[in-house]
Each structure stands twice: as structure tokens, then as C-alpha cells.
């Protein structure tokens, strides 16, 4: 069992900047391949980024890629998403999530945190 617990959400102005954490639960976070992904109002959940077991490897959205940056640490349990020149498009709830096998599905998800980008 894995709890995930997201902060870092909040209202900025569009071109401006956000750091998502997700603490992670248990001994065995370094087992699970990690994923961000996002749910705007009126739409589906969507993928956002993902990063391997080890963080050597990461995949983003074409909607994010060159603006957002995830990241991991397996001593503390953590995984961020450096989020830089905000859209307000790129305002929704977003939701951490760890799978043992693929970044686009979660056996485990956080509750969520809400990122709104004021235009």
C-alpha cells in the first residue's frame, strides 16, 4: 500500500511558476514508476509527465514538454513538478500516481492539489 500526499498547488498569474510535491509512503517507493497527470473542469484526466523508477528517464505531454520538469527522490520518498510558464490552460486539479509497471496508469493515486492560472 503507498499513500501519496500532493502540496505546492495555489493561483498565479499565467507566465509565472509552480513546484508540485507528492510525499510518498512506505519502503518501497524506489519500486514504483511515478506519473503526474492533471483534470481540467469539464474534461478527462489527462497525463502530464511520468519518470522511471531510477529517474534517468522522463516523458511529458507535448502540451508541457520544455515548461514543466519532474523529478524524483527515492531517499526522501518525493516526486516534484517544476511547473514554468504557466498557461491557463494549464489550470486544473492535479494528481500524483505511482504504478509498479507503466507511467500512464496508477495502481496508487494522491488527492489531488488545484492549480489555477489567472490570465
Not at 91 to 118: E, I, M
Request: hydrophobic content about 35%; aromatic content about 10%.
Amino acid at each position: 500500500q503507498v499513500q501519496l500526499v500532493e502540496s505546492g498547488g495555489g493561483l498565479v498569474q499565467a507566465g509565472g511558476s509552480l513546484r508540485l510535491s507528492c510525499a510518498a509512503s512506505g519502503r518501497t517507493f524506489g519500486t514504483y514508476v511515478m506519473g503526474w497527470f492533471r483534470q481540467a473542469p469539464g474534461k478527462d484526466r489527462e497525463f502530464v509527465a511520468g519518470i522511471s523508477r531510477s529517474g534517468s528517464s522522463t516523458v511529458y505531454a507535448d502540451s508541457v514538454k520544455g515548461r514543466f520538469t519532474i523529478s524524483r527522490d527515492n531517499a526522501k520518498n518525493t516526486v516534484h513538478l517544476q511547473m514554468n510558464s504557466l498557461k491557463p490552460e494549464d489550470t486544473a486539479v492535479y494528481y500524483c500516481a505511482a504504478d509498479k509497471t507503466s507511467w500512464l496508469s496508477a495502481d496508487y493515486w494522491g488527492q489531488g492539489t488545484r492549480v489555477t492560472v489567472s490570465s
